[in-house]
């Protein structure tokens, strides 16, 4: 009977032990919940995200404008842009760096008034948009902040279209809420050539620049997030999507307004002829020396001998493209037109070129050529290639003779 009693007195005070320890963890949980929520809705007014949309400039690295985002931080006394966008020329072999896909660019943050003043300066206009964060997201933004300013992560490897200054500006503002985003646009939207023509309109060299390096895959329809590489598709998209959670749907988007005003600016002068108008001087010379050529009986090997060196140099850049990081420009059919191929000819043609001869090489190159005017189905070529593609096609006419 004892022996009842103290196993009853026992389980007695196990149970009360246990109730006990229930009551203290709820007690627990409820203060950390209460501290947590006291923490985000002070969060909520205490830290302010914007997205800031920067003019673009008449410079070829800025024809397609600039994002940042503006953070404020009260508790810590912060008010700064945060900029994806900071590189340096002078690093070693930057340009080879950045043609093979291989560029770093760095996370860089600057007063907010300086970054203002900075812009208005080089007379380009800023959007500011004050975006609608959820107050325990914006802790995590600010958490993401810290962490990505640390040196060991400040760097990132450059793409121009899947991983820019603005698509990470996007990235960290929105954090884990992308997937409740909901825009208005669709996929299957215009190609990445198709985007940046709209902002090289006025610079023609600076288009036949890109669309020289751009190969097929730039030319394939492009998703809403694709589209967001360029700072004012992804103003437009923020300023009307909806931000869709916890069964309530709100604007992204709280207010927006200029804070630097947009300027009017001059076009620089460039080349005064368009690549069109040169390559058809270059199809007009050809055809005259051609002509001259029938009549006289005599090569002009010199001529060709020129041709063949600028394809081919032209061709080798075109080549070192494919080893590029960047993916759009791996695959490009203008290579059927330039390659390396010519210049391991022109001892051929030096040797006998000043003699009349049937040169069978020729057969390759009007097979390439044509091979060229057929993938046009897939892929823009650059302006006036197809009128460098006539002039080669012509004088391989004539070799073949």
Known sequence: MLYLCKVKRRISIIRLTVALIAVLTATHAKAEADNLQSLAEHADSAIYIGLL???????????????????????????VAVNYGMFSFSKPYFVLRFVFGLTDYEMGIQEY???????AYYKRGIVEQELSIPAEDKLLFAEAIDNNYLPQNRE????????????????????RLA????????????????????????????????????????????TVSEQQFLPNNLMADFEHAMLQMDGTEKPLVRDTKVVVPFFNQAVEKEFPLRPRECFLILL?????VTVIELYSKKRMWVFDLLLMIASGLAGCILFVMIFSQHPTVRFNLQLLLLNPL????????IVK?????????????IVLI????????????????????????????????
């Not at 993938?375 to 460098?388: K, P």
């Open 53 to 79: 949309t920067c003019q673009p400039s008449q410079e070829v690295y800025s024809l397609y404008g600039h994002t940042a985002i503006h953070y404020v931080n009260k508790d810590r006394n912060i008010d």
């Open 284 to 288: 007009v010379i050809t055809v005259v």
């Open 179 to 222: 997937s409740y985003v909901k825009y208005e646009r669709q996929d299957k939207g215009p190609s990445f050539r198709q985007m940046t023509h709209e902002y090289n309109v006025q610079h023609p060299w600076a288009r036949f620049g890109n669309d020289m390096l751009l190969g097929v895959m730039a030319d394939r329809p492009t």
């Open 342 to 349: 010519p210049l391991f000819f022109l001892k051929h043609l």
């Open 113 to 119: 008034e300086d970054f203002c003043q900075q812009y």
């Open 353 to 365: 070129g000043r003699k009349s001869f049937r040169d069978k090489w020729a057969s390759l190159w």
């Open 156 to 175: 990132y490897r450059y793409n121009y279209f899947y991983d820019n200054c603005t698509t990470r500006a996007r990235d960290i503002a929105l954090g």
């Open 370 to 401: 044509c091979l060229f005017f057929i993938g046009s189905i897939w892929q823009h070529y650059a302006e006036g290639m197809y009128l460098v593609a006539s002039s080669l096609l012509i004088r391989n006419i004539v070799r073949l003779k």
